[in-house]
């Protein structure tokens, strides 16, 4: 009898048990009910998150939170005399709203035009209620006419900024700092930056004061300060309502934006790190001559991400004993990547996340840069050695993200393994360090040699955002529960809001971002 007729068999006989039978059927009856059960449950979920879009969605009234207004007199990458509004929403406000209507106006002559909304952040992120947007239009403008915002019948003057016109090859826009007190690394990457050829722009929401002062230091750098958004006493969405609670990591995507905007003229390529990701050349001996090499090999890329690898370093806690080529030779690459950080031709794209760009121009893309060529450095996991105690590393490490050395694995993109950067580079670095802490004296020597906020952050980020809990909710600072500490000498920043009652809209202009001096603490 062949095989299967055997099998067949058997399986007739089996069923003919009427024990067999019912535990079969059972089976099958439970695993129909888990599967309805699961599936409602899922259902259920979703189906909360749609209702709350769909009651934002059919309000009659929205909030919106005015960050700047951009005017391009010439341009390379828009229209001449362009105007760009940078404004954070609900994260559906571009459907009910397609675009705003802008009046300008010299004399008792007026014009209008239309501004076309887009959200920065092209996915929509069911956790988190408000997401950056951007208003482009072209105006019929001369240099003494004045804009307004118009809503229905009722209108509010706008204050206009134009883009920085001083030229820079390479600009590294960092993601708002706050609570920031760990200098061994800001100094690391502010040094690291700088020998390479970036201009530095800092966005400051807290910090303390020696630190801030010693960032100050840095010749190529702008220290900018990023408010919180505030809503005025009349809002759409009530007196309890706080913006930054649905916003994602400290708006990032719309510090970004607003960092694009403002370089998009002056600068070549435009870099958007985080202060704990360094990017060292290997394809040119500066960041120009890498981006030109990259941009060269993805013609068609407007952006360019980094894959971003996983390392241990090792410094030392006091700052009299540290120093940072010492840093930088302790880096030890654990064999991890994440997802990365991105490198843009800013002509190429309109708005921009700290991973992504959504808002690239047609006929681009973005590409991931193979990690044999190179990879983005995340300082993610720190080793401090008490005072003294680090010994001191001479050799350069080699460039090996994937620990590729003792195993088999066969890149795509063969190259020989070579040192991480080389040591002139290690040895200027050094003297830039040195030159700096001369200069800086007692400033730089007060700088603490224990964390009193990046534990608890550092523990808060681990909870909320890299071990993947509470994913039901949108995911910032603002989640940290964290103690005041009187006494410690902190730079914060504070704001004011003039809001603006329009037709079913409230606009609530951020203005006059200042930095003020506290003994109280930082705060976020």
């Known amino acids: 009898m062949p095989a299967i007729q055997r099998w067949h ?24 009910c888990l599967f309805v059960f699961s599936a409602l449950t899922a259902l259920s979920v979703f189906d909360r998150q749609h209702n709350n879009i769909v009651y934002h969605y059919v309000q009659r009234q929205d909030d919106i939170a005015l960050l700047s207004a951009t005017f391009y007199n010439t341009s390379k990458s828009f229209s001449n005399n362009s105007l760009v509004l940078l404004f954070v929403a609900h994260q559906i406000f571009h459907y009910k709203h397609s675009s705003f209507e802008i009046e300008t106006f010299a004399g008792n002559e007026t014009t209008r035009a239309t501004l076309r909304i887009m959200p920065v952040i092209g996915q929509m992120p069911f956790y988190c209620k408000w997401v950056p947007f951007i208003a ?55 040094q690291v930056y700088s020998h390479y050829g970036a201009f530095m722009h800092f966005y400051v929401r807290s910090m303390i004061t020696d630190l801030f002062d010693v960032l100050k230091y840095y010749k190529h750098s702008r220290v900018v300060p ?36 403002m370089y998009k003229e002056s ?98 893309e973005q590409i991931t840069l ?49 040192p991480l950067m080389s040591n002139d580079d290690l040895q200027e670095i050094r003297k830039s360090f040195q030159e700096m802490t001369r200069t800086l004296g007692e400033i730089y020597l007060r700088l603490p040699e224990f964390s009193i906020y990046y534990p608890l952050i550092e523990k808060c980020y681990d909870r909320i955002f890299y071990n993947g809990q509470r994913h039901a909710t949108c995911k910032g600072p603002e989640m940290c529960d964290l103690p005041s500490f009187p006494g410690v000498r902190c730079v914060n920043v504070n704001s004011s809001v003039d809001s603006f009652r329009g037709d079913n809209i409230f606009i609530h202009l951020q203005k006059n971002w200042f930095f003020e001096h506290s003994t109280n603490g930082c705060s976020i």
């Open 9 to 32: 068999l058997r399986f007739r006989l089996f069923l003919r048990g009427r024990k067999y039978r019912r535990i079969l059927v059972s089976s099958l009856v439970f695993s129909i």
């Open 226 to 261: 990023w408010s919180g958004i505030h809503l005025g006493k009349e809002s759409a969405s009530g007196p309890g309502f706080r913006p930054d609670f649905e916003l994602e990591f400290r708006n990032q995507a719309g510090a970004m934006t607003d960092c694009l905007l």
């Open 136 to 190: 482009i239009g072209e105006l019929d403008i001369t240099s003494s006419a004045g804009v307004r915002l118009i809503s229905g019948e009722k209108q509010i003057e706008l204050n206009l900024r134009e883009p920085y016109p001083e030229k820079h090859p390479v600009v590294a826009c960092f993601s708002p700092l706050f609570l920031n007190e760990r200098w061994q690394l800001l100094i690391l990457t502010a």
């Open 267 to 364: 600068a070549s390529y435009i870099i958007f790190p985080d202060t704990d990701d360094i990017i060292i050349p290997r394809l040119g001996k500066n960041f120009e001559q890498e981006f030109s090499q990259i941009f060269a090999l993805f013609p068609e890329a407007a952006v360019i991400a980094y894959n971003m690898s996983q390392t241990d370093i090792h410094a030392e806690i006091s700052p009299s004993n540290y120093m940072v080529d010492e840093v930088l030779t302790s880096v030890r690459f654990r064999g991890e990547t994440r997802w990365g950080k991105v490198v843009v031709r800013p002509e190429r794209i309109d708005s921009v996340w700290i991973h992504k760009s959504y808002g690239i121009r047609d006929g681009y």
């Open 370 to 418: 193979p990690i044999e060529l190179n990879s983005a450095l995340h300082l993610r996991f720190w080793n401090f050695s008490e005072t003294g105690s680090l010994e001191s590393k001479i050799d350069i490490p080699l460039y090996d993200p994937l620990l590729t050395k003792n195993s088999n694995q066969t890149p795509k993109y063969r190259s020989p393994q070579r």
